[in-house]
């Protein structure tokens, strides 16, 4: 697993993101229930994630709506296969409108960047 814990950090609002090898949906919930054995991001506000697997784009929002489809669309255009970003944010207690997806460009860049010189 390669984890980037604090990418950046937004009127209260810190960002996180983690990634690995997956193979399959099963892989993907294995991949989530690991990450989240550690109580700091079982705890945190989002956990949103995608992955290309041979039959699709899959991802989750968490709550966090369309930041989903925001890694997905990097994922596919970095052409990045059988691989799942997680995007982890703990809400600050402002609303960042927008902003929040140009954060989440923002992690995923980062570990792409981590992942490419690893």
Request: charged content about 25%; some cysteine.
């Amino acid at each position: 697993m390669l984890q980037i814990v604090d990418v950046l950090r937004d009127r209260g609002s810190r960002y996180a993101v983690s990634g690995g090898a997956v193979q399959g949906r099963a892989g993907i919930e294995a991949f989530l229930a690991e990450l989240k054995r550690a109580k700091k991001f079982a705890k945190a506000t989002h956990n949103t994630w995608a992955c290309v697997l041979p039959e699709g784009g899959l991802k989750g929002d968490d709550g966090e709506a369309g930041a989903g489809a925001v890694i997905l669309k990097m994922l596919e255009r970095a052409e990045l296969q059988g691989h799942i970003v997680v995007v982890t944010r703990w809400y600050g207690g402002v609303h960042l409108g927008g902003d929040r997806f140009a954060h989440v460009v923002t992690s995923v860049r980062a570990y792409l960047d981590a992942l490419a010189k690893a």
